[in-house]
């Protein structure tokens, strides 16, 4: 393992609204860590960017070691066979793209590829709260829901690569649209762009609420971050939301935990924050909805790495891809 | 090979209302199959019936071949580590039982027991349509639905044995109450005695249905196989029962193919003698409901052993497990 040791991976993970990028050593500790912006508005901005973040890295990395690959983790369905990202869901004007061969063309990196979920499930599992464990499902809160399958001791990627999107499962058979197409996702409800949309009608009806500053007339945009933030410091409109939040995850959760009966589920995500004030619901309504010896052989818990789970699991299997 | 030629094998398919019983040969053909009512009401009634039906085959098998052991599916939740049955949703008055070491013993034959579901699949895998494939998932209605999943060509049973409860799966947060001590599962709506419960309800408005003979008064007690029948029979109404009942699986399959990104998912059980006027609105509402790419990687087609697929399944699980 000596040779290893000073062995350093990027690792990046496109959410819908932001970038994070971190420098990873070969145990999972983060050496840099940035946050900037997405550009969203184009292919070939998104691209320019990711390459600028991996030269930016590249030249930073010497100091602390040997660079030797990247993780890039992108919210939406890659193609394991073509290695094609086929689509983006919240960022639609950029769903077919040759993202991938760019990047690598560009900064003659080893660069691997994944859903942003399954990468958050890959650090939950080799260096947060899943280690040892053989079974684990890893669920992402962010601008989207995702979830990475961890079975046997292997990750789930399905048959080309698409599992995982727990976020497309029918939760309201009426429901409003979702923009994968269907209606009544569980992402239409339990998303953070979908939670601000819920705290922003209650707003309404309820005046009390320190969130009041963003209703008519607002100083800005409320963005997920202020609800939990409210939550946190015990607004209780915002804790409500969280409740009736976590009141659908629980009904999407005991589906999953009756269908694939594993041993342990992994909350993460930037809405994950918001710790028990959205993981007691959750718990409380799959407790309802599963099957007792079910619920009862599976442990429901926050993400062990928090934000952080995603870079470090693109950093690792990066780690691990290219040996 | 030529050892196993004239080895033979029980499969026993415990259903709600029936069990199934077969004499089958190593390759999977049928010898003997008889049905018989499924005595319900109390653990060991049922005990002594399923020993009867393992000795009259022991006793007729000789004239075809070495008896080798016995497979017997159940409708729930079978520990894989205990061996024991947890939970008969559909059979609560039979849920806590040693059935299993009861029937072993008392026959002396080597029995394993599987969930009916896992067997279905694990036959239509072996012997049926779903022939050299890696990841499919059958789901089996009657009584109940139940699913049995196959991932990188293993059968998945779960942390503890429980997977693939497709229908305890939520599809109508507010919908009525299920056996299983959830509300709005998909079995509440789409399984045998709640495809009766539906049309019963149906009759009420409509009245040109060949089915009205069972609207008060009745001659005898409606079943799902009276539905079927009507349906074939051109019965508008109740082809529009089963256009919804399709409507209803569509949507937790379309959840199913997002999660697990399977390329077939094959719907067998009693009900499926119905055939396309099922399978037609299923495909239809899971298209509107599935990720394209998911949707277009995955076959969705009925079992190829159509009753058969679980007896065959036990059959063969028994063959490969006791070698």
Redesign the interface.
């Known amino acids: 393992m000596s040779t290893r040791e000073n062995n350093l991976y990027i690792g990046i993970i496109l959410e819908g609204a932001k970038i994070r990028t971190a420098l990873i050593d070969s145990t999972g500790n983060v050496l840099l860590e940035q946050t900037d912006p997405t550009s969203q508005r184009k292919t070939e901005e998104l691209t320019s960017q990711l390459i600028e973040l991996i030269q930016t890295f590249k030249q930073r990395a010497p100091q602390y070691g040997q660079l030797v690959a990247a993780g890039v983790g992108v919210p939406g ?1 890659i ?1 394991l066979k073509t290695h094609k990202i ?2 983006l869901p919240n960022l639609p004007q950029i769903s077919t793209t040759t993202l991938c061969d760019d990047i690598m063309q560009a900064t003659g990196m080893q660069v691997i590829f994944d859903n942003d979920a399954n990468l958050g499930a890959y650090g939950e599992w080799q260096c947060g709260v899943a280690q040892g464990y ?2 684990v499902i890893y669920v992402t809160i962010g601008t989207g829901i995702g ?1 990475g ?1 961890i ?2 001791g ?1 990750m ?11 976020g ?6 009426d429901g409003i649209e979702c923009a ?4 009544g996702c569980l992402e239409t409800v339990a998303s953070g762009p979908n939670i601000v949309r819920r705290m922003q009608q209650r707003l309404y009806r309820d005046r009390t609420s320190s969130l009041t500053r963003f209703f008519m007339p607002r100083d800005r945009e409320m963005t997920h971050e202020d609800i939990v933030q409210a939550a946190i410091s015990g607004d209780e409109l915002a804790q409500v939301v969280f409740e009736r939040t976590g009141h659908y995850l629980g ?2 959760l ?3 935990i ?6 342990m589920v992994i909350f993460g995500g930037s809405i994950m924050a918001v710790g028990n004030i959205l993981l007691k619901p959750i718990i409380a309504e799959t407790k ?7 619920f009862d ?2 442990q429901i818990v926050a993400a062990q790495l928090g934000p952080l789970s995603g870079v470090i699991g693109a950093a690792i299997l990066a780690r691990d891809s290219f040996k």
């Open positions: 369905l193609n086929e689509v053989q079974n979830s399958i079975l046997d292997q789930w990627r399905g048959t080309t690569g698409f599992a995982g999107e727990l497309h499962t029918t939760i309201n058979v994968c197409g269907n209606i009904i999407a005991g589906g999953l009756n269908l694939l009966n594993p041993e309802q909805r599963a099957f007792g010896p079910c052989n599976c």
